[in-house]
């Protein structure tokens, strides 16, 4: 059952921006679970490189996209945010968001609410 829906993916040269949005299914509230951002390129398996807590907004980042990446969330529209600066072809992957059991990244919580997912292409 989808809860989550994310926007914003598409083709985008090296060094590039994009900035997706994780957004809630009508009667789907953010505001009690932490948010995680996870990816899988062709081939590979999906990994989690980014996390929010909804207890304090604490953050969290591999150290892959540190620095370049920024996650945020906005509970009044609902929404939780990733900036992604000085993007790499390497960064090419299905991008996803999902919704944890629990407020907080630390340990990382089951994640049971997914959304489709979202292409982000970095090509010249």
């Known amino acids: 059952q989808v809860r989550l829906a994310e926007s914003g993916g598409g083709l985008v040269q090296p060094g590039g921006s994009l900035r997706l949005s994780c957004t809630a299914a009508?009667?789907?509230?953010?505001?009690?679970?932490?948010i995680g951002w996870f990816r899988q390129a062709p081939g590979r398996d999906r990994e989690g490189f980014s996390c929010i807590s909804s207890s304090d907004g604490s953050t969290y980042y591999q150290d892959s996209v540190k620095g370049r990446f920024t996650i945020s969330r906005d509970n009044a529209k609902n929404t939780v945010y990733l900036q992604m600066n000085s993007l790499k072809p390497e960064d090419t992957a299905v991008y996803s968001c999902?919704?944890?059991?629990?407020?907080?990244?630390?340990?990382?919580?089951?994640?049971?609410?997914w959304g489709q997912g979202t292409q982000v292409t970095v090509s010249s």
């Open positions: 999902a919704a944890g059991h629990g407020s907080s990244c630390h340990p990382p919580p089951v994640f049971g609410f």
């Open positions: 009508s009667g789907f509230t953010l505001d009690n679970y932490a």
